[in-house]
């Protein structure tokens, strides 16, 4: 059950997937249609990154994977403190 998972994340649709996800929302973002810190950039932001984490720790790439790792986390920080805030209004 889990090896076609795993023979997925090692393909190349994941990394461009991930790639398109980030940079779909970075040209967005440049281009006035999104702002950093909305919603919907941050999610694009997160689900690239997290992709591409996945694929950097699997085929040991071990700079990309730290950098892929962090970026996620600061996506999912962002999107935890709009919801922080959302709450408390």
């Known amino acids: 059950m889990i090896g076609p998972i795993i023979d997925f994340a090692h393909s190349e649709v994941v990394a461009y997937l991930g790639m398109a996800l980030i940079l779909t929302a970075f040209l967005l973002e440049t281009r006035n249609f999104l702002n950093s810190k909305s919603p919907t950039y941050l999610w694009m932001m997160a689900g690239g990154a997290g992709l591409l984490a996945i694929r950097a720790y699997l085929i040991d790439e071990w700079a990309f994977f ?23 209004d």
């Open 66 to 88: 730290i950098l892929e790792a962090v970026w996620f986390g600061a996506a999912v920080m962002g999107l935890w403190a709009l919801s922080t805030r959302n709450s408390d």
